[in-house]
């Protein structure tokens, strides 16, 4: 069983950072596996951008007897494993995530396999104790975002009953500030058409709360529209009104507050994207298997499906498209592969196909350019 192998020359790879470098080849490599799963699709914001339906509830029991004989399979024959959990929003079924993360942790020390893992949450739940069960599990990096100082942040950034989050939110992580716990969190602040000074207010507010601790670090991300029914409720912002935004931030914000752009290339360093990973798979509540956490009303997006067993039933002609980044390791390839549209997705050819590639799950009983049932 072969991994996807790049169609351009290594010796380029030495134009990338070492991270970079050491990102792209881990992720052809059959010894790492980072796993992304959605124990349950409902979510307790209504943030006004958001683009989810919430239409799938709770992992269901046959997925997570799936997820289990999945990594019964793997584990023994790797070196690294990456879990990650997203939403709807993750800790409305912790226990959930608990479990399986004990699962794993058990068979990662039995095997001497390295577990890391994250959680990409709203933070309304994530008090010290639960931080503390995850931590015990290797569960250290969290990400969660806000949208501006409270004025702001409350008006796009809701609950579900309507009410504002930035005082739930901030609570929390000032709890988890005043503890030893050792952890990682990104807070992700959204960059806006309309949220420039609300930015510049928050940054002065982060500044007093978390200077000097190292656990927490600061990301702008854009704020795109991804699809939310909304429209009228949020402000997105252009890719050079973004890069313009970011610049200004960074020039005025205190020196000593570091603050790092999250999805533009920085020079030589670029993040590779999960979706773009021949050995990264999502999978969502109802079994269904992904590559993107965005796109997931799109059929491009389902490659597969995980049984009960544990087999795991890939699309190979769509797993090759997700992976185009790692063949012409064009820096926008490999930071967001859904960039090229649907039609790239859906077309039966592929510019960058001069070499077969295998998956690193072979397929089982889908034919190339089947999709699995909805």
């Not at 494993?81 to 608990?98: D, I, T």
């Not at 956490?293 to 039933?313: P, W, Y």
Request: with cysteine; glycine share 6%; net charge neutral.
């Amino acid at each position: 069983m072969s991994t996807v192998q790049p169609l351009r020359p290594l010796h380029e790879l030495r134009s990338f950072s070492p991270e970079t470098q050491f990102e792209i080849l881990d992720a052809l490599s059959r010894r790492s596996f980072e796993l992304t799963l959605s124990p349950t699709e409902h979510c307790n914001f209504r943030c006004s951008y958001c683009y989810e339906d919430f239409a799938i509830g709770r992992m269901r029991p046959a997925v997570i007897a799936g997820v289990k004989k999945l990594l019964a399979r793997k584990i023994p024959g790797l070196r690294r494993l990456r879990l990650s959990w997203f939403g709807g929003e993750p800790l409305l079924a912790a226990n959930l995530c608990l479990d399986i993360a004990g699962y794993a942790m058990q068979l990662c020390t039995t095997h001497g396999v390295q577990l890391t893992g994250a959680v990409t949450t709203n933070g309304s739940l994530l008090d010290r104790a639960l931080a503390g069960r995850f931590a015990a599990l290797n569960h250290t990096q969290f990400q969660i975002s806000l949208d501006g100082d409270q004025p702001y942040h409350d008006r796009v950034r809701l609950r579900a009953d309507r009410s504002g989050s930035f005082n739930l939110i901030t609570g929390n992580l000032l709890a988890l500030r005043d503890t030893d716990l050792q952890f990682k969190i990104t807070l992700r602040l959204h960059v806006s058409g309309d949220n420039q000074d609300s930015l510049r207010s928050l940054l002065r507010r982060l500044h007093g709360w978390f200077h000097g601790d190292r656990r927490f670090e600061i990301g702008f991300h854009p704020l795109n529209d991804l699809g939310s029914p909304n429209k009228d409720a949020y402000v997105p912002v252009s890719h050079e009104d973004y890069a313009r935004r970011v610049r200004e931030l960074q020039q005025e914000m205190p020196r000593e507050l570091a603050a790092h752009d999250m999805i533009c290339a920085n020079g030589e360093s670029v993040h590779v994207c999960y979706a773009s990973k021949p050995n990264a798979l999502f999978v969502r509540a109802d079994g269904r298997v992904a590559k993107c956490t965005v796109a997931l009303d799109e059929r491009f997006n389902h490659l597969g499906r995980l049984n009960a067993d544990g087999e795991v039933e890939i699309s190979e002609r769509l797993m090759h498209k997700w992976t185009v980044g790692l063949r012409t390791l064009d820096p926008i390839d490999l930071m967001c592969p859904l960039h090229k549209g649907r039609e790239y997705f859906e077309s039966q050819q592929d510019s960058a196909a001069a070499m077969p590639v295998e998956s690193v799950f072979p397929p089982t009983g889908l034919a190339d350019g089947d999709r699995p049932d909805a």
